[in-house]
């Protein structure tokens, strides 16, 4: 990776940061999902409960949605930018043994 | 309704579903593929996770636990929340790799072992068989409540179980094992399955709706019911318990990617990762609106349903008593869906691991010849073994639901099947991302943890057994999940770091985790080998295909005709597009043993890497032979500009010496032909005398300075070094220069005490110099009132220079750069003597002292700095000055 | 007065010889010793015959033919013209001169040359 460039173009610097975004996401999904049952078992298991978790649920939906298109619309200005597709490296890559 | 009805409505649906998959498989023939590939009918596809269980079961579920049932949706939401950065590398990998199942993809990783696929195929069939089971009965159950209603009807009994596993069976058959496909899509099914996932979700919420707004008040209304349902002491169940919680979180999430079916669309059936755009969103929106009405009918079926009602038949029951028979056959069309499209991706996929991964290999190992060259059909063997297990399947459903007699709660045996499938969770995700991990590890991860399932899990949900007691307050299931998979996921990483793994499975390791394409070693078999690797392929795929694929390597390589060249890349794809059709495993035992008995050793792994960094250094080599190409191009442009420079100087040379030798030679001829003359004046005699005397003096001064400057350059100056004052040297080229335009009266500007310093050197050459330069600046120096400065410096770092500076116009930048050169006399009128090559002899001289000369630019007039070397030069200038004297 | 010949030559012993020489056979000889001027000086003594050596300071003797040959007064731009080179060979530019001759030069061959391009009527002594 020593012939990388330090500095990324806007549009290829952008499509990480979403990239992180999209790592981000499920573990946040999942503290939403879980903190409230160890915490509070009582007060999430009937009316407030559905209100929290169809709630958090469509609210997921929503940012899962918005996040693709955003990736999308990032790899394609990288595309765009660079003219070549941006490498499989980029957005995940896994660690060597 | 009429029982006769609702028969005949089902048989209608059933037709269309056959007819949707028939039109859909003519289509993707035909290659019309666009809406067939298009992200939602994948999306759709997916919703075969949705099963009879969820569909009937979710409500009952709801109704004894409250939230927990959404736990079953909640997993895979979370997964596809991470669709991007995981799932899209599931696919694409296991695309890559050609994998036909979990088992498939699972064995590939691991040395594209076989035993490890035969395991993980035990384990799918185990924990389906009730699965499947489960689905019968829901489908069994719910004609039964039909019946029911309608006296007149046949009574109907188990064999409306054995009609339905009969059909589904048929369908499976049909379009399940219609061709022996390289990449193992069906396009009929999927298709056929998109269209159930619509029927199963317009049903749901179109119940829903109905039990929303037509029964209770609204949302408020419901959400006020729930909230009331926390002060009855009958749904104290409803009571969140985190360790559940997680547990079935765990496991659902688990289950989205390791259950056979789940795999078989999620993975198996998609074209390319791209579609997960689309079901990243999707198919969890799907599982939401199939999950939020959940509660609301298990709350209105409670209150509205008497307290014999089974809850896992509410969505039936509900609209039925409603007096709703439209909604309810829409329910029932909805839980038919569900049961069936489960019923036959999984069967699909459970066929094809029987099938690739028990009797392909157990057929290839009973009848081995000895020459390794069969010429039976065993495309057909495939095919049938598939069917055969799909009806074994199907068939061992059906006995099981015979057995078990529909008694269980339905929900149970779903969980069985999550629990006992999440068992491979651990060797996938670590075979994904961990190269350490190696087959010993996950035999015996996913045996560990398969046998204990078996024991504390399915066993006692079949009846025989029972989980030890317990300690107070800890959850069966809970405690089962964690342990199984602790003691899975602990027996896989410890014996990944202490076993080692072969060199097949290290290069899997590396395909698989790096996301790379496979490579196959690079030893390659005889020549020989084509035709009887030609011959195996059409056994898998038939004539037509393997003819055509050959034929296309083979044009690919730049070849005619039908055999290719066994190169490592050929094998590599020949490999990869069989295990498409058997598996992993078996692609590769068939290919070892056509091409000759290869079995890859850590050689041949050293092999694949020098290979690839063979092919690093040679592009590196070429990369460099070209520059290295271009620098000589360049340097010979070099070359030859410098020598077309060099003749043109050579040619101004010459014209330039003729001039300087012709122009005294003229003057000598003329006035020595006028002195011939007998009328001439004493006087004009002895004038014209003198002229021919100065100017062979200026012709014989002419050819000394030639002969010094050839001296010079060619390094064969002699120098005569000894040690000298600085001082003096300049007084006597003072001296010296002063005859030069003896007229002009110059002011000296010199700083003395400066000037008394030693140098070694040699004193004549030096003293040359700086005459010259001081006979030039007499000369030129075209101020009024001429002033020469001349300044010592002692510059211990770099030897000591002197500068000589007159205040005349100086010579303009762009002559600089020439005065040194030979014949560069500056055009002036007052020029006298010299030939214009006093400046080049400075230059000649000073190198060979060891020093320079050079124009020192924007000091006021002409300025000239000498320097002289550092370290004297030692005796002589150079070694040919031996062989010169 | 009209003069006969207008020598344009830098090397004053070279242009003392020409001048003892061409004197001594009667005819009237002017010297200009820089090339800048040069074109002026054949302007205002307007000459039967100029002299012209190749190599000058400042502005070379090609560079004064092709003025002089630009001349607006045809009569003047008709000059003849001598050029003297030192050089072995000539440019181009000298083939516009009426005579070349080589440095050194025999003294008799530039008074029959010189003769013979100002015609013989040429001795207004």
Redesign the interface.
């Known amino acids: 990776m020593a012939d990388k460039p330090l500095f990324l173009e806007r549009a290829s610097f952008r499509r990480r940061r979403l990239?992180d975004a999209?790592?981000v996401?499920?573990i946040l999904?999942?503290i939403g999902?879980?903190l409230p049952?160890?915490w509070l078992?009582?007060a999430?298991?009937?009316?407030s409960?559905?209100?929290w978790?169809?709630g958090l649920?469509?609210a997921?939906?929503?940012?899962?949605?918005a996040?693709?298109r955003a990736?999308?619309r990032a790899e394609a200005a990288t595309i765009r930018a660079s003219g070549t597709p941006p490498s499989?490296a980029d957005?995940?890559r896994?660690d060597?043994? | 309704m009429p029982f006769e009805t609702l028969v005949a409505v089902c048989m209608g649906y059933v037709v269309l579903m056959f007819g949707v998959a028939f039109a859909a498989d003519r289509a993707a023939q035909r290659g019309r593929v666009r809406w067939l590939d298009h992200p939602l009918v994948y999306t759709l596809s997916l919703s075969v996770y949705c099963s009879a269980w969820t569909f009937y079961g979710a409500v009952g579920y709801a109704s004894r636990s409250?939230?927990e049932f959404?736990t079953i949706y909640?997993g895979p939401?979370?997964?596809?929340?991470?669709?991007?950065?995981?799932l899209r590398?599931l696919v694409?990998i296991a695309r890559m790799h050609h994998v036909t199942s979990i088992a498939d993809l699972i064995s590939a990783r691991f040395g594209k072992s076989n035993a490890l696929a035969a395991l993980i195929t035990l384990i799918a069939v185990i924990a389906a068989t009730p699965y499947v089971a489960l689905q019968l009965q829901s489908v069994r159950l719910s004609f039964e409540l039909f019946a029911l209603q309608s006296p007149g009807a046949t009574p109907v009994t188990s064999e409306t179980a054995l009609w339905v596993a009969a059909g589904l069976a048929l369908f499976t058959i049909l379009f399940g094992t219609r061709n022996l496909a390289a990449d193992e899509r069906h396009h009929g099914v999927v298709t056929a399955i998109a269209l159930e996932a619509v029927v199963k979700l317009v049903a749901f919420v179109a119940l829903g709706v109905f039990v929303v707004w037509g029964l209770a008040d609204g949302p408020a209304d419901i959400?006020?019911r729930?909230?009331a349902?926390?002060q009855d002491p009958a749904r104290d169940g409803?009571?969140?318990?985190?360790d559940r919680?997680?547990a079935l979180?765990i496991v659902s999430a688990a289950a989205i990617l390791t259950l056979p079916r789940m795999f078989q669309v999620l993975v198996v059936e998609a074209a390319d990762e791209e579609r997960l755009?689309?079901a990243?969103?999707a198919f969890?929106?799907y599982l939401?609106a199939m999950s939020?009405f959940v509660?609301p009918i298990a709350v209105m079926g409670a209150e509205l349903l008497p307290a014999s009602a089974n809850p896992d038949l509410y969505v039936l029951t509900l609209p039925q008593a409603m007096g709703q028979d439209l909604l309810a056959l829409l329910v029932f069309l909805g839980g038919f869906s569900a049961a069936t499209s489960m019923v036959v991706v999984c069967t699909i996929a459970l066929s094809t691991m029987i099938s690739n991964h028990w009797l392909t290999p157990l057929r290839l190992w009973l009848r081995r010849p000895a020459s390794g060259e069969e010429t039976d059909d065993l495309r057909g063997f495939v095919l049938n073994s598939r069917r055969l297990a799909i009806l074994a399947v199907m068939g061992a459903g059906w006995l099981y639901h015979q057995a078990s007699g529909g008694s269980e709660a339905l929900a149970a045996m779903g969980l069985v099947a999550f629990t006992g499938m999440a068992q491979v969770l651990p060797a996938m995700l670590g075979g994904?991302?961990?190269?350490?991990a190696n087959r010993m590890g996950a035999y015996a991860g996913v045996g560990a943890g398969s046998v204990l399932w078996l024991v504390i899990v399915f066993l006692p949900s079949v009846g025989i057994g029972r989980l030890p007691p317990l300690i107070d307050g800890v959850d069966p299931l809970a405690f089962a999940v964690f342990l199984t998979l602790s003691v899975n996921t602990l027996a896989f990483i410890a014996l990944s770091i202490f076993g080692f793994p072969d060199p097949v499975e290290r290069l899997q390791g590396l395909s698989f985790?790096?996301?790379i394409q496979p490579i196959r070693h690079s030893r390659a078999p005889g020549e020989d080998r084509a035709e009887p690797l030609l011959a195996m392929a059409r056994r898998v795929w038939g004539p037509d295909q393997a003819l055509r694929y050959f034929r296309a390597q083979a044009a690919a390589q730049g070849k005619s005709g039908y055999l290719p060249d066994l190169t490592p890349a050929f094998l590599t794809a020949l490999e990869r597009r069989l295990s498409g059709s058997v598996g992993a495993a078996t692609a590769h035992a068939m290919i070892d043993r056509v091409a000759g008995g290869m079995s890859l050793t850590v050689s041949d792994l050293m092999d694949v890497a020098g290979e690839a960094q063979r092919a690093m250094k040679e592009a590196q080599r070429l990369e460099i032979a070209t520059s290295e190409l271009e620098r000589t191009a360049r340097q010979l442009r070099e070359a030859n500009d410098k020598l077309t420079a060099l003749s043109v100087q050579k040619d101004a040379f010459?014209?330039q010496i003729?001039?300087e030798l012709?122009?005294?030679?003229?003057?000598?001829?003329?006035?020595s032909?006028?002195l011939k003359t007998p009328d001439l004046s004493d006087e004009?005699r002895a004038r014209f005398a003198g002229?021919i005397h100065?100017?062979a003096g200026r012709l014989t001064r002419l050819l000394d300075d030639l002969l010094d400057l050839s001296v010079l350059e060619s390094g064969q100056a002699q120098l005569d070094v000894s040690a000298a004052n600085l001082h003096d040297l300049i007084e006597r080229a003072l001296n010296a220069a002063s005859a030069t335009r003896a007229e002009r009266a110059f002011t000296i500007d010199r700083d003395i005490p400066t000037e008394h310093l030693g140098v070694i050197t040699d004193p004549d050459r030096l003293l040359q110099v700086l005459i010259n330069v001081i006979t030039n600046a007499r000369k030129y120096c075209d101020a009024d009132r001429p002033v020469l400065r001349i300044r010592v410096a002692r510059r211990p770092a770099n030897g000591p220079a002197i500068d000589i500076i007159d205040n005349g116009a100086g010579i303009d930048a762009a002559r600089q750069s020439l005065i040194f050169e030979k014949f560069s006399r500056l055009?002036?009128?007052a020029r006298a003597g010299g030939a214009g090559l006093g400046l080049a002899i400075c230059r000649e001289i000073m190198l060979t002292l060891g020093g320079d000369i050079s124009y020192l630019p924007g000091q006021g007039g002409a300025a000239f700095r000498i320097v002289l070397p550092k370290h004297p030069p030692v005796g002589q200038a150079n070694p040919h000055a031996g062989a010169a004297s | 007065m009209m003069l006969d010949i207008l020598m344009i030559e830098?090397?004053p012993?070279?242009a003392?010889?020409?001048r003892?020489?061409l004197m001594r056979e009667g005819w009237r000889i002017s010297l200009h010793?820089?090339g800048a001027g040069g074109i002026e000086a054949i302007r205002a003594q307007r000459p039967r015959l100029v002299i012209l050596d190749l190599?000058l300071?400042?502005r070379s003797g090609e560079e004064i033919l092709a003025d002089l040959r630009a001349e607006d007064d045809l009569g003047l731009a008709a000059t003849p013209v001598l050029m003297l080179t030192?050089?072995?060979q000539t440019g181009p530019a000298a083939e516009q001169a009426d005579a070349v001759l080589?440095?050194?030069?025999?003294?008799d061959d530039l008074c029959a040359l010189v003769r013979r391009m100002l015609g013989q009527g040429g001795d207004g002594g």
């Open positions: 990239g999209a790592r996401l499920p999904a999942l999902f879980m049952v160890w078992p009582d999430v298991s009937f009316a409960g559905i209100v978790l169809f649920w469509a997921l939906i929503v940012a899962i949605f996040l693709h990736l999308i499989e957005w995940d896994p060597a043994v | 409250g939230l959404a909640i939401t979370l997964v596809f929340a991470g669709a991007w950065w995981g590398r694409r959400v006020a729930i909230a349902a926390s409803w009571v969140l318990r985190p919680w997680t979180n755009h689309v990243g969103w969890p929106a939401f939020l509660l994904l991302l961990w190269r350490g985790v790096s996301a010459l014209g003729s001039h012709r122009t005294p030679m003229t003057s000598v001829r003329a006035f032909e006028i004009d002229i100065d100017e055009n002036d009128p | 830098d090397e012993n070279i003392e010889a020409v003892f020489i010793a820089d190599m300071p400042n030192a050089r072995g080589s440095k050194p030069f025999a003294n």
